[in-house]
């Protein structure tokens, strides 16, 4: 008689309280388990996946030792955090991920009390877990703050402001700080994982302790020299060193992927009376899954995809992406101008910029996660007579808006900006979409700002911006394929502040900003079949405005309507003002404005998106039309 298989653990596990009923030799078939979960899932809804699978055996230890949802748990950035989502409630759910109505692929606060703190930029999980950590002692609660972030997200400034103020905290901080890429420690191995036991143990950490208070009372001269000597032999063998520095007591290295190594050192930390403490675990991206493990960038983010074979399902063709569009005719304008140079933040390709790279290294900068420095540093060699394009997604541009006013626009230097994911971004979310960028920038003074149509218009547009030597300029461009046209084989200068019309009309104008002019079109094919004669004009750009297209198209049309993929503020408020300058707005003339709501809106196909925001052909035509019947309704109330 066969025996029946036992229940795989993983069915047993609801939550962290259930994880921790396990017995510590059950971990491992727990981890494997959960491997094993999250490949399944995201080969069948797409997502982050190398990222994940190096943190399966650090997350299980993690809610293992320490008592989450008390101790607060912040994942840097979030893209690791899916096995976290199905330790913590919700297995059920996980095969919605980033879709409409699913989970996020982030962490969300509305999600789940395990979720303290959402997060979808990066090395924010310092300063979150060091809130939490004071804000506990304050109030004499129980619970720490835990941050664990990788070390990409170690490379922004933020990181370290959070841990040069982390002292107040004590024990009720530990920050883990995920090692899968840097070399950085020395080898992981026996003797290191001894170490990282011993050094977190209560004995050494009260000897430790001991020692400073007996020094302290000595000259300081001798305490000074005492200090820098257990400093440097711990550091001969541990490392840590500049942890040490920024106040820090540092643990590891230690082995990411072995329960045995870690669940020991954290609960040392966990029970330990000095702080904050640092622990350095070294992991493996794509961990336990080959074709992963193979990857160059370790599967970081993937379409749904075969779990057998690893086989990405491939979209169907088409045209070429944006971020190479621009990335490929940067790298072809380049080849005749040696002053251009491409600058992007740990997205080279996201924005395109690998394919510059590869033509032209040597003028290619990667600055890791660091849009602040990324601004400035393009704003010097700027400056000094270079052409930097400085190519940042529109939502992470918005963390160095204090560089883009002060460094760039207040001295006009010539800084390009290519802002990538501009508009609605699907599946990331609002922590991702584009939505600010034509509001922020146009309002400040000195800078251009230009918004493609199409792949033909970005090519236009980077050109333009290539040759633009008298202040800053801005191009933005959404994520996604282009609409198909033909690329030009030689570039167009734009007239800056030029727009276009693509389509004469009497009755209508739709002024368009960006890729909505293909839905603007449709909306006037709808129009003129209702016998209503539409203009619909590509604006180009945000500013300077084209204010005499504008002013002509208001005095020879009944109603206009600015369509936008971008919050309140940017092209509609900018139209309305000239509009109320020029006095445009005292003959009755109907103006709408369509623009993104005002909501943080959810992730979703990006399709649904734009639905939602109620900025597709359908949604122009009876905004239209309700502005005719609104001014019907009103001639015939002044007849009568």
């Not at 190398?50 to 979030?78: C, R």
């Not at 282009?482 to 009755?507: F, H």
């Not at 180009?540 to 204010?547: G, V, W």
Request: glycine share 10%.
């Amino acid at each position: 008689m066969s025996q029946r298989p036992a229940t795989p653990l993983l069915d047993t596990v609801d939550t962290p309280d259930d994880l921790r009923k396990l017995e510590r030799g059950q971990l491992r078939q727990l981890a494997d388990e959960l491997r094993a979960e999250m490949i399944d899932a995201v080969g069948s809804t797409g997502g982050h996946l190398g990222s994940g699978l190096g943190v399966v055996e650090l997350t299980t230890a993690i809610h293992y030792v320490f008592d989450t949802p008390n101790d607060k748990l912040v994942w840097d950035v979030g893209h690791q955090a899916y096995p976290h989502k199905i330790l913590t409630g919700r297995r059920d759910r996980i095969r919605t991920l980033r879709q409409g109505g699913g989970l996020s692929g982030f962490t969300k606060r509305s999600e789940s009390d395990y979720d303290p703190f959402g997060a979808a930029h990066s090395s924010t999980s310092i300063s979150a877990a060091l809130g939490f950590a004071v804000a506990n002692k304050l109030k004499g609660a129980r619970g720490r703050g835990i941050a664990v972030i990788g070390d990409g997200a170690m490379s922004a400034g933020m990181a370290y402001e959070a841990m040069n103020n982390a002292e107040q905290a004590g024990n009720r901080l530990v920050v883990i700080l995920n090692d899968n890429d840097m070399s950085i420690a020395p080898p992981v191995g026996g003797l290191s994982a001894y170490l990282a036991r011993m050094v977190s143990s209560s004995e050494y950490l009260g000897l430790r302790s001991l020692a400073k208070r007996l020094t302290a009372k000595i000259s300081r001269r001798l305490n000074h020299g005492l200090e820098k000597a257990e400093e440097f032999t711990r550091g001969m063998v541990t490392g840590g060193t500049l942890f040490e520095e920024l106040g820090f007591y540092y643990v590891g290295p230690i082995d990411g992927h072995n329960l045995d190594h870690l669940i020991p050192v954290l609960e040392n930390v966990r029970d330990s009376e000095q702080g904050p403490i640092l622990v350095h675990v070294v992991t493996k991206k794509g961990k336990g899954y080959a074709p992963a493990e193979d990857s160059a960038d370790k599967y970081h983010g993937v379409q749904k995809f075969d779990v057998i074979t690893g086989e990405q399902k491939k979209s169907a063709g088409g045209p070429p992406a944006y971020q190479n569009v621009f990335g490929e005719t940067l790298a072809k304008l380049a080849e005749t101008d040696d002053r251009i140079c491409a600058i992007t933040a740990a997205m080279p390709s996201g924005t395109g910029v690998d394919k510059f790279a590869k033509a032209h290294p040597e003028r290619a900068f990667d600055v890791g996660i660091a849009e602040q420095h990324a601004v400035t540093f393009a704003a010097g060699l700027a400056a000094q007579g270079m052409r930097p394009f400085c190519a940042i997604y529109s939502t992470f541009l918005q963390r160095a808006y204090d560089q883009v006013v002060h460094d760039v626009a207040i001295q006009n230097l010539p800084v390009r900006f290519a802002i990538d994911r501009a508009g609605l971004v699907g599946a990331d979310g609002c922590t991702h979409a584009g939505s600010f960028d034509v509001t922020y920038l146009a309002t400040l003074p000195n800078l251009v700002v230009m918004a493609a149509a199409d792949e033909a218009e970005l090519v236009h547009m980077t050109y333009t911006a290539a040759e633009h030597d008298s202040g800053p300029i801005a191009l933005r461009y959404p994520r996604g394929n282009g609409t198909g046209v033909a690329l030009p084989e030689v570039p167009q200068l734009l007239e800056i502040g030029k727009g276009r019309v693509v389509r004469e009309g009497s009755k209508v104008a739709i002024l368009s900003l960006g890729t909505r002019l293909a839905e603007a079109l449709k909306a006037a094919d709808q129009l003129e079949a209702k016998g209503l004669s539409t203009t619909v004009a590509d604006l180009r750009f945000a500013k300077p405005l084209d204010t005499a297209l504008i002013d002509r198209l208001m005095r020879g049309h009944e109603v206009v309507v600015t369509v936008e993929e971008g919050a309140i503020g940017g092209l509609g408020a900018h139209v309305l003002t000239h509009a109320s300058d020029a006095g445009l707005l005292d003959n009755g003339l109907k103006i709408r404005t369509m623009r993104l709501p005002d909501v943080f809106q959810d992730h979703d196909d990006p399709a649904k998106q734009y639905d939602e925001a109620r900025l597709n052909a359908p949604h122009i035509v009876d905004t239209v039309l309700a502005a005719l019947r609104h001014n019907s309704a009103g001639v015939e109330e002044a007849r009568a």
